[in-house]
């Protein structure tokens, strides 16, 4: 099993979705932070039960958390982001539906 954590740091591994189909999903075990338990899931293969009997939740698409990085980034100069930081802005998205405000 992978952390949140190292499925962040590996985003660029992740192949895109195209546009006739779903690209791959984030799933994660809540409560979410850096070490909660995650899985990446292609488009429309995400199996029955997988957000119930799993305890795996719906966390973000990949190329909207790859967009939430972009902005983090964006708004504080340009800086690269930590794996922990990025990891927080992309947990503080799905909980918030908003970009993590820059300090």
Sequence with gaps: MRSL???ITHL???PSGDRFSPGPTIYAR???STQTYAVVLAGNDVPDGVMTE????????????CEVIEVWRAWRGGIKPTPEEATL????????DAYLPAE
């Design 30 to 32: 809540i409560p979410w």
């Design 89 to 96: 802005a992309i947990i503080y998205y799905a909980e918030h």
């Design 5 to 7: 954590l190292e499925i």
């Design 54 to 65: 799993s305890g795996y939740h719906y966390l973000l698409e990949v190329d909207l958390a």
């Design 12 to 14: 660029d591994r992740i």
